[in-house]
Structures are given as C-alpha cells and as structure tokens.
C-alpha cells in the first residue's frame, strides 16, 4: 500500500455534470470540460494537502508518522494531452506546429506531480473500464 489518497480525473466532485460533455466526446468543449478538471482536481488536492500540513503542525502525523501527503491520480494532464492527440485529425505538420506551438507544455499554473507512470492497458481492459463506468453512470441517472 502507497499510503496515497487516490483521484481521477474529472473528480469525484464533478461525476454528476461529466455525462452532459461526455455526450459532446471529443469536442473543443469537452477537452475543455476534461482540461478544466484537471485544474479542479488539483484544487482538491491543494486543499487536502493543506489541510494534512495543519494536522502535522498539531501534531496529527500520518500513519507512518511522516506529515507529507501523496496523491495518485488516475488520468491528467498527459492524459488529456494524448487523448486529444490520439483523437484528432491533425496530419503530422499540423502536430509538430502544435507541439511548437507549446500548447503540450506543462501549464505553469496547474500541480506538476513528482513522478509519472504511465500504464498501457490491453484494450479489452479499456472497454471494460468504460462499460463500468456507463453502468455506473446509468445507475446514478
């Protein structure tokens, strides 16, 4: 165990306005809708985070004793970055304009993570995902 609080993109905080752009699926207003929850989920993460330090300056530690907090995150920037890539209809020169362009540089403003892994699932691991999801959603609805 990680000892890591656990989020996705969007959060869990937006799960119930993330059907109304999942309808627009990939749209300029649903990688907006994807973007912007990337800077939410940072947020919530800022939050909890700051909250952690005031718990270890009364001294409330974790439970390994050590007042840092950890965060995996399921889906970010790069997430979001590849799939509008993975997405699109851009020819290779409209790519590399693109990528000179700095719209894939790492916003200056949004949490940067002290490490990445990326994790490529089979894609019948994938579908799977998005079936849970959709029955998870529909259930909800």
């Known amino acids: 165990r990680l000892g890591a609080t656990y989020y996705t ?3 869990q ?5 993330r059907r109304c752009f999942d309808s627009f699926s990939g749209t300029p207003i649903a990688r907006a809708f994807y973007m912007a929850s ?9 939050t909890e985070a700051a909250a952690a330090s005031v ?31 993975g997405k699109s209809t851009f020819s290779s020169e409209e790519l590399d304009a693109l990528e000179s362009s700095g719209v894939f540089t790492w ?11 990326v994790l490529q699932a089979a894609e019948e691991v994938r579908l799977r995902r998005v079936e849970r999801r959709a029955a998870l959603e529909a259930a909800e609805a």
């Open 55 to 85: 718990s270890a300056r009364n001294g409330e530690n974790g439970p390994d004793g050590d007042d840092r907090i950890s965060f995996v995150v399921d889906r970010f920037f790069h997430s979001t970055c590849a799939y509008t890539v």
């Open 107 to 117: 916003p200056s403003d949004l949490l940067r993570p002290d490490c990445v892994i």
């Open 38 to 46: 990337n800077y939410i989920a940072a947020d919530e993460m800022v």
């Open 13 to 17: 905080s937006m799960a119930k306005i």
């Open 9 to 11: 993109t969007p959060p």
